[in-house]
């Protein structure tokens, strides 16, 4: 069981361009999401999916898009980048029904925008 | 609206000292708190806590929650500097609901 796997570890991206950062999970969660962590702010939740094909908008949206294709697979997409979205990115799943409702993290993604 | 607040923000102790963290919250729709602890990268769980299971420990690391005052401690025993980490407080407030505080900052000194 590898987990919660992200890709990339560190980014670095100019004003404008886009990009979309992976996660994958291996542990059949039905529950994936996306949190930004901002020193001072605490983890805020970006986007998240309570199974394929179903997503919906956190408390900070705005700039990002998700998808959620497979129960395995939520990629986050960096529409068009701007510098206050410099941040940690952490993927993080859950699953209730298997009676896991506490979030496993992945190990995150440095994304700096110049 | 929903919140958890974590005091302090930050902490700093000589090993073999014992440190508690705290946790409050504000939630219409409690389930269970829990708490991480972040080193460099993602936070990993430490406990859960729910109204049938209320105090939790693990090693030198104990949590109690008091459902009637609304929070959670966190309890470190003979701090260690491998103890150094930023300590988060989450609360499940309904399904697929999670609200964090900003966290704990804690430096153990050698």
């Given at each position: 069981?590898?987990?919660?796997?992200?890709?990339?570890?560190?980014?670095?991206?100019?004003?404008?361009?886009?990009?979309?950062?992976?996660?994958?999970?291996?542990?059949?969660?039905?529950?994936?999401?996306?949190?930004?962590?901002?020193?001072?702010?605490?983890?805020?939740?970006?986007?998240?999916?309570?199974?394929?094909?179903?997503?919906?908008?956190?408390?900070?949206?705005?700039?990002?898009?998700?998808?959620?294709?497979?129960?395995?697979d939520f990629p986050?997409?960096?529409?068009?980048?701007?510098?206050?979205?410099?941040?940690?990115?952490f993927c993080a799943?859950?699953?209730?029904?298997?009676?896991?409702?506490?979030?496993?993290?992945?190990?995150?993604?440095?994304?700096?925008?110049? | 609206?929903?919140?958890?607040?974590?005091?302090?923000?930050?902490?700093?102790?000589?090993?073999?000292?014992?440190?508690?963290?705290?946790?409050?919250?504000?939630?219409?729709?409690?389930?269970?708190?829990?708490?991480?602890?972040?080193?460099?990268?993602?936070?990993?769980?430490?406990?859960?806590?729910?109204?049938?299971?209320?105090?939790?420990?693990?090693?030198?690391?104990?949590?109690?929650?008091?459902?009637?005052?609304?929070?959670?401690?966190?309890?470190?025993?003979?701090?260690?500097?491998g103890d150094s980490?930023?300590?988060?407080?989450?609360?499940?407030?309904?399904?697929?609901?999670?609200?964090?505080?900003?966290?704990?900052?804690?430096?153990?000194?050698?």
């Amino acid at each position: 069981n590898a987990g919660v796997t992200q890709t990339p570890k560190f980014q670095v991206l100019k004003t404008g361009q886009s990009m979309t950062l992976q996660c994958a999970q291996d542990m059949n969660h039905e529950y994936m999401s996306w949190y930004r962590q901002d020193p001072g702010m605490g983890l805020r939740l970006i986007h998240y999916s309570v199974g394929a094909g179903i997503t919906d908008q956190g408390e900070v949206p705005n700039g990002y898009n998700v998808s959620r294709s497979t129960t395995e697979d939520f990629p986050l997409r960096l529409l068009s980048a701007a510098p206050s979205q410099t941040s940690v990115y952490f993927c993080a799943s859950s699953d209730p029904g298997q009676g896991l409702s506490f979030l496993c993290f992945g190990s995150g993604t440095r994304l700096t925008v110049v | 609206e929903d919140k958890v607040v974590q005091s302090p923000l930050s902490l700093v102790v000589h090993e073999g000292d014992t440190v508690t963290l705290n946790c409050s919250y504000e939630v219409t729709n409690f389930r269970s708190l829990l708490w991480y602890k972040q080193e460099k990268k993602a936070p990993t769980f430490l406990f859960m806590l729910t109204s049938s299971g209320i105090e939790k420990k693990s090693g030198r690391l104990s949590s109690i929650l008091d459902k009637k005052e609304l929070s959670s401690i966190l309890n470190i025993t003979a701090t260690q500097t491998g103890d150094s980490a930023i300590y988060l407080c989450a609360v499940e407030a309904g399904t697929y609901k999670y609200i964090f505080g900003t966290g704990t900052r804690l430096k153990v000194l050698a």
